[in-house]
């Protein structure tokens, strides 16, 4: 969501604008619906959604910010800009709390422990932070998807330890972008997006299909988002979990190789929300929590296709409010206007 370009470029990389733009709406969204499922009552198309969002949306957000990481200078800077967004988002929260919750107090350890989706950014500031180190590893790829695969079928945990398996285990991702080439890029970009599209088409067909018949065989497919998602990663242990989050590997590059494909590379309408998604991101924290706790009291009530409709058009209307360049700009404008007196006594 913050990305620092690897070279000084003229002109942005809207191919990366436009996918964020992407991404940040599927987290969003499958936030608000996670918020208003039902375990008894499936949406097959519901589903699916959220299944295959959480296959590829974090992993390819931590791939982005690796690929514009390869200045490693000026990705150990970037580093501190991340710190200051988190602690912002951090002290929204707490404020946030403070006005919703009868009786909270807050404490230390609710700027450091990461609120809601907030371990994003604390993972990144480590990973951009320790990148020079860690791309001195030989074979640090491999490893840090070997490592992946052990840490998501370790079993289950919670709290800080949750948030730092998390970093973890996505940390393969963040590498792979690093790694990645803009020839390499380009190169996939050379079939055509029909194949891309067909591709992704047939894909989630295909996912369509287990998906029904995971439900009818008694697995959950809510388990399984949880799964995708690393929530408290999986309670018991099993040796097929071993093979299953590499195929988790597998499935994040693949459709990450099919968004790249088929996403246009020139300057669109989504493009800026691309390119402001960290504050739809910390926006996005916020509101789920406020909708989510409606819901549970109750004030939020509807069949599960209607609150899933609802929870889409929330993301949506979240997406554009604060991913356009005019609220992207008020923590700016808010700025200037602080600093000009001191300019002008100055």
Same mark, same amino acid.
């Given at each position: 969501?913050?990305?620092?370009?690897?070279? &000084?470029?003229?002109?942005?990389?809207?191919?990366?604008?436009?996918?964020? !733009?992407?991404?940040?709406?599927?987290?969003?969204?499958?936030?608000?619906? !996670?918020?208003?499922?039902?375990?008894?009552?499936?949406?097959?198309? &519901?589903?699916?959604?959220?299944?295959?969002?959480?296959?590829?949306?974090?992993?390819?957000?931590?791939?982005?910010?690796?690929?514009?990481?390869?200045?490693?200078?000026?990705?150990?800077?970037?580093? &501190?800009?991340?710190?200051?967004?988190?602690?912002?988002?951090?002290?929204?929260?707490?404020?946030?709390?403070?006005?919703?919750?009868?009786?909270?107090?807050?404490?230390?350890?609710?700027?450091?422990?990461?609120?809601?989706?907030?371990?994003?950014?604390?993972?990144?500031?480590?990973?951009?932070?320790?990148?020079? #180190?860690?791309?001195?590893?030989?074979?640090?790829?491999?490893?840090?998807?070997?490592?992946?695969?052990?840490?998501?079928?370790?079993?289950?945990?919670?709290?800080?330890?949750?948030?730092?398996?998390?970093?973890? &285990?996505?940390?393969?991702?963040?590498?792979?972008?690093?790694?990645?080439?803009?020839?390499?890029? !380009?190169?996939?970009?050379?079939?055509?997006?029909?194949?891309?599209?067909?591709?992704?088409?047939?894909?989630?067909?295909?996912?369509?299909?287990?998906?029904?018949?995971?439900?009818?065989?008694?697995?959950?497919?809510?388990?399984?988002?949880?799964?995708?998602?690393?929530?408290?990663?999986?309670?018991?242990?099993?040796?097929?979990?071993?093979?299953?989050?590499?195929?988790?590997?597998?499935?994040?590059?693949?459709?990450?190789?099919?968004?790249?494909?088929?996403?246009?590379?020139?300057?669109?309408?989504?493009?800026?929300?691309?390119?402001?998604?960290?504050?739809?991101?910390?926006?996005?924290?916020?509101?789920?929590?406020?909708?989510?706790?409606?819901?549970?009291a109750g004030f939020v009530t509807g069949s599960q296709k209607k609150l899933f409709a609802a929870a889409m058009v929330l993301a949506l209307a979240c997406t554009l409010i604060f991913g356009n360049s005019f609220t992207a700009s008020?923590?700016?404008?808010?700025?200037?206007?602080?600093?000009?007196?001191? #300019?002008? #006594?100055?």
């Amino acid at each position: 969501m913050t990305s620092t370009p690897a070279a &000084a470029k003229k002109e942005r990389d809207y191919l990366f604008d436009n996918i964020k !733009a992407l991404l940040i709406f599927l987290v969003a969204a499958v936030h608000f619906m !996670a918020a208003v499922t039902m375990k008894k009552e499936m949406v097959p198309l &519901a589903e699916l959604f959220k299944v295959t969002a959480c296959i590829f949306h974090m992993p390819m957000f931590f791939f982005i910010s690796g690929y514009f990481s390869k200045n490693l200078e000026k990705s150990e800077k970037g580093s &501190a800009k991340i710190l200051r967004l988190y602690l912002i988002a951090q002290l929204i929260n707490i404020v946030y709390h403070l006005i919703a919750a009868k009786n909270y107090i807050p404490t230390l350890m609710d700027i450091i422990v990461p609120s809601f989706s907030m371990w994003y950014l604390f993972a990144l500031f480590f990973m951009r932070s320790y990148l020079p #180190q860690l791309v001195k590893i030989k074979y640090i790829l491999p490893a840090s998807a070997v490592l992946s695969v052990l840490i998501m079928a370790s079993g289950n945990v919670k709290g800080l330890e949750l948030v730092v398996m998390r970093g973890l &285990a996505n940390l393969v991702y963040f590498i792979m972008g690093y790694c990645v080439t803009s020839d390499m890029i !380009a190169k996939v970009r050379k079939l055509p997006k029909i194949v891309y599209g067909g591709l992704l088409a047939l894909s989630l067909g295909i996912a369509y299909v287990v998906i029904i018949y995971l439900d009818k065989a008694g697995l959950s497919p809510y388990k399984l988002r949880n799964m995708l998602l690393r929530n408290g990663f999986w309670p018991e242990k099993s040796p097929l979990l071993y093979p299953f989050f590499t195929a988790a590997i597998i499935a994040a590059v693949y459709f990450a190789v099919l968004i790249i494909g088929v996403m246009p590379s020139r300057k669109t309408i989504i493009s800026s929300i691309g390119r402001n998604s960290v504050y739809v991101y910390i926006a996005q924290a916020v509101i789920y929590q406020e909708f989510n706790r409606q819901v549970k009291a109750g004030f939020v009530t509807g069949s599960q296709k209607k609150l899933f409709a609802a929870a889409m058009v929330l993301a949506l209307a979240c997406t554009l409010i604060f991913g356009n360049s005019f609220t992207a700009s008020i923590p700016s404008r808010i700025k200037g206007l602080i600093s000009r007196p001191k #300019q002008e #006594q100055t």
